[in-house]
């Protein structure tokens, strides 16, 4: 594989990849933030603490844990379940269930023999955590194992959900992606080597087609049905975040700096930008408005003819996926105080937070 210019994204790649040699041994996290919310709170998973920080002015509400542990670290971008849950996992080999209003510790699953990178998969028939160890762990809410699916390869990324079947999309770092029955864990199939490792959750679009970048450069769409690929796209550079999927239309970019527009049914490139640096997220779309960031720290928001409707500033490096939490786009930046910035959908920040040390 023909390795992308010299960043930080390819020295987490290194990092990542020997500390699974190695067994996951606690480290500091060389990684970026995790981010997810809800209607109220917004969810940081950043090196050693998990944040709650309100949404209305942007404090803190809780941390998990209360105290910095050394053997704790997190990456993996929280998930929130139906029944109030947070589900996260460690650098530490071991998946939480955090009270979302409170951060309290409900549970704890400790199988795992190494870190979790990719989210979890959260549903009503259950949780699905992928991990480096090769495994997919299925849990049921109390966090007990129902049952476990092992790959070829580590396991980077949250696995994708079919609404219209009982079975998930699970990507590997063996270049393969795996469909799996969620009630039983058993395989329906597995796809041909697609060329490349996949660390971005794949798209699911209704006809049944799923869509994947790999580190060979590539954009595939795959039959849901059965793994075979439809088609295939070259990119500048490696795909590391998953694409987005609306009306026909797939977006994503790559580690080269480029965003792409494809037609789904065909893969024709519709349109393509350069922004100001490489861009390692899935985008957040709105009605109006496709959003992504940059690893130079810039937010972007284009309109659905690739049109730049503005770009702002943040700072530091970007490559979490923006979130929409009403009517507040949220980023995380690294390598600056700020952990988390709201936006308003102009892109005018509205407030900032400082991790306070203790």
């Known amino acids: 594989m023909k390795l992308p210019k010299k960043s930080i994204l390819l020295l987490i790649l290194l990092s990542l990849a020997l500390s699974a040699c190695t067994g996951g041994a606690a480290t500091m996290a060389s990684s970026w933030p995790g981010l997810t919310a809800d209607a109220e709170t917004a969810y940081v998973a950043y090196n050693q603490h998990v944040y709650a920080v309100s949404l209305a002015n942007g404090s803190e509400k809780w941390r998990f844990p209360a105290e910095a542990d050394a053997k704790i670290n997190f990456y993996a971008a929280p998930v929130l379940t139906d029944d109030g849950q947070l589900i996260v996992g460690g650098y530490n080999n071991i998946l939480y269930s955090l009270d979302s209003k409170t951060g309290a510790e409900k549970w704890s699953f400790k199988n795992a023999k190494n870190r979790y990178i990719g989210s979890a998969l959260a549903g009503k028939s259950g949780i699905y955590a992928p991990n480096a160890d090769r495994t997919l762990y299925a849990l049921d809410s109390q966090g007990a194992l129902s049952w476990s699916f092992q790959t070829g390869g580590e396991q980077w990324t949250q696995p994708a959900a079919d609404p219209d079947c009982d079975c998930i999309y699970l990507p590997s770092m063996d270049h393969r992606i795996y469909a799996i029955n969620s009630q039983d864990g058993q395989a329906k199939w597995k796809s041909e ?93 709105d009605e109006e408005s496709i959003y992504f960031a940059t690893e130079a720290g810039s937010l972007y928001a284009l309109d659905y003819n690739g049109n730049i409707r503005w770009n702002t500033a943040i700072g530091g490096k970007l490559h979490s996926s923006p979130v929409l939490a009403g009517e507040k786009i949220l980023v995380s930046p690294t390598g600056i105080d700020q952990i988390l910035v709201a936006l308003d959908l102009n892109g005018s920040q509205l407030w900032q937070f400082i991790p306070e040390k203790k």
């Open 193 to 285: 080597d697609v060329g490349g490792a996949i660390v971005g959750t794949p798209a699911y679009a209704p006809d049944g087609t799923l869509f994947v970048g790999t580190f060979n450069n590539e954009m595939l769409a795959i039959a849901a049905e059965n793994g075979q690929t439809r088609w295939r796209v070259p990119t500048d550079g490696w795909v590391w975040g998953g694409p987005a999927f609306k009306d026909g239309t797939l977006y994503f970019g790559d580690l080269k700096g480029a965003f792409y527009a494809l037609d789904a049914a065909t893969g024709k490139i519709l349109w393509k930008i350069a922004p100001d640096g490489p861009i390692a997220q899935t985008p957040l779309m």
